[in-house]
């Protein structure tokens, strides 16, 4: 499932217009982002939780070309799946 299947189901189930439903996503999607940059945590019990991990700047190395590259320090999302969506997938 992408955005647009996301958008087209809300839209179907809950007998929304497209442009309501992608307005609704959107704005879920936007406070979703602007929470992990503030707080670095968004929990959805029963779903999962995402979070923000650091990772530290280190020397790399360019696969095409073998020569060595520093990579800077940066943050990235991390998902962690919730134990009752974990069950629901295994069953």
Known sequence: MNKTDLILALAY???LTEKDATTIINLIFDDFT???KDSGRIEIR???SFSVREY???T???PKTGTRIEVKQ???PFFKVGKELK???NN
Do not use: C, D, P
């Open 74 to 76: 940066k943050k990235a």
């Open 34 to 36: 602007e929470a992990l």
């Open 60 to 62: 790399g190395r360019n």
């Open 46 to 48: 029963g779903f999962g």
């Open 87 to 89: 069950q629901k997938v």
């Open 13 to 15: 189930r809950e007998e």
């Open 56 to 58: 530290k700047a280190y």
